[in-house]
């Protein structure tokens, strides 16, 4: 059965780190593209990372140029996991955020397969 589980998020003081991992089972992470997500009541859904499948040299893609510097996407083989590093966090990055696997990135979550159930990120003072 395919699953994505994300944890770490938090509260977090503006200029602090979070680090979010997204744990899959049912499939190995290597194989896939794995996006990461965020969303705020009352707005859509964004795609804010992706790094692609190792075979495609696990490209890392970024969707939101208000992460670029910020945020980074690593996966994790041994333990099946991607972790989305943040930091210098900011009032604005307060949100869910989701993983979710497709065969190639893409900023359109429409696209992806399977989705985790998120993991809310406050930062706040």
């Known amino acids: 059965q395919v699953q994505l589980v994300e944890s770490g998020g938090g509260v977090v003081q503006p200029g602090g780190s979070l680090i979010l991992a997204c744990a899959a089972s049912g499939f190995l992470l290597e194989h896939h593209a794995i996006g990461w997500f965020r969303q705020v009541p009352g707005k859509e859904r964004e795609g804010i990372i992706c790094?692609?499948?190792?075979?495609?040299?696990?490209?890392?893609?970024v969707y939101d140029n208000a992460i670029e510097g910020r945020f980074d996407i690593t996966r994790d083989t041994v333990k099946n996991t991607v972790h989305l590093r943040m930091r210098n966090l900011r009032p604005e990055d307060t949100a869910a955020y989701y993983c979710?696997?497709?065969?190639?990135?893409?900023?359109?979550?429409?696209?992806?397969?399977?989705w985790g159930q998120g993991t809310h990120v406050t930062v706040s003072s």
């Open positions: 979710a696997r497709r065969v190639g990135c893409s900023s359109y979550g429409e696209f992806y397969e399977y």
């Open positions: 790094i692609s499948k190792a075979s495609d040299s696990s490209k890392i893609y």
